[in-house]
């Protein structure tokens, strides 16, 4: 059962500094009018006072913006200081989507090939399957039935790219060992970190050169924006920034406020998230009409010693298999009723997929068996209600299991 509300919260429970930081950031910048807040410049230009005045800005003597396509404007700046703070980073770049901010980093390091390591988000491996290979980019990917070892395609100058935790497996990659490797052969190493977020790791720390997060999940939070970021070496992000100016990929400034403000609360809901899906993991264990649950906070998981080195908490998705195959997880997904049947994930609302359904369905029951999805999982993304409430709800709805 969940810890007494009287108990004494867990220093996992306390808000940490970053917060603080991040909110005393927020205010920081040159506003005559002194808000508590960035505001928001909702302008595509800005306006000089001379010929000169250009110069200066253009040629690097004064600071200035030029045009918001090009990342210059000040709500961006902004939200992009308190992402790079949020990851521990030099630098970050905010898109317009977390598929934008992918394709600018395949576009800027993949032209001497791309190793994927593990399962990948469905567009992911999508965009490098079909648009970048059809574009002559070399992708080496786990791809029924071919069980190469993919390591052996990591070399000097190739971008390596993983998740960690994985969708939907939950899949854990140690970092560190992961990020030394690459560099002893030569390659940078990206990690697309959106399940962890960056409450619960920070994985420029452990040595890997990119993160990238798809900010429409936990970083919006409330399923109401579409975003992205990479964060890392200032020097390193200089090619990515270059494609995202041309391909025309930034974050609109409306939005780059918006997300700003979901950063506030993100430290809050993600830790909530955490105790929740640990909750539910451990509850799901036990049921009998379960047969494994995904989930890398569980001392079962083969993630588990990993996770927890690298890890400050486990996040809020876990996926589960119900016994009795594709029948029986429709009909949980069919008898939920606070649980939302939707894709994406993140935000504050619980929602709940069958993969098959969704994200998998375009492969054949060979293919997904292969990826380690099976018909009969379920996935979920444990939002902010109470988590003895969406554990009833799931209990209801696994009793309508013959
Ligand atoms: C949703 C998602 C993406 C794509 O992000 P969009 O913002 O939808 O473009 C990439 N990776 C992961 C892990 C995701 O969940």
Known sequence: MLRPRDEPMSPSSVPSAMISRLLHQSRSVEDPWNSPDVPL?????????????????????????????????????????????????????????????????????????????????????????????????????????VKDDIYKFIQAGTLVFFESPSNPTLNVRNLRTTAEYCHRMGALVAIDSTFATPINQNPLDAGIDFVVHSATKYLGGHSDITAGCIMGREELLRPIDAWRKNLGSVLAPSVAHLLHRSLKTLELRVKAQNHSALFLAEQLETHPKVLAVHYPGLASSTGYAVAKEQMRGFGGMLSFDVRGGFEAARTVADHVRLFVLAPSLGGVESLLTQPCTTSHHGMTAEERHFMGVGDGMLRLSVGLESPEELWADLLAALDQVA
């Open 41 to 145: 410049y909702d302008t595509t230009t800005f306006c000089f006072e001379s010929t000169q005045h250009v110069l200066d800005v253009v040629e690097g003597r004064k600071s200035g913006a030029l045009y918001t396509r090009y990342g210059h404007n000040p709500t961006l700046r902004a939200l992009e200081r308190s992402l790079a703070l949020l990851e521990h980073a030099e630098s970050a770049l905010a898109f317009g989507s977390g598929m934008a901010a992918l394709s600018a980093l395949f576009m800027a390091y993949g032209q001497n090939g791309i190793v994927v390591l593990g399962e990948t988000y469905g567009g992911t491996r999508e965009l490098l399957l079909q648009q970048l290979s059809s574009i002559g980019f070399k992708v080496y990917m786990k791809h029924y039935p």
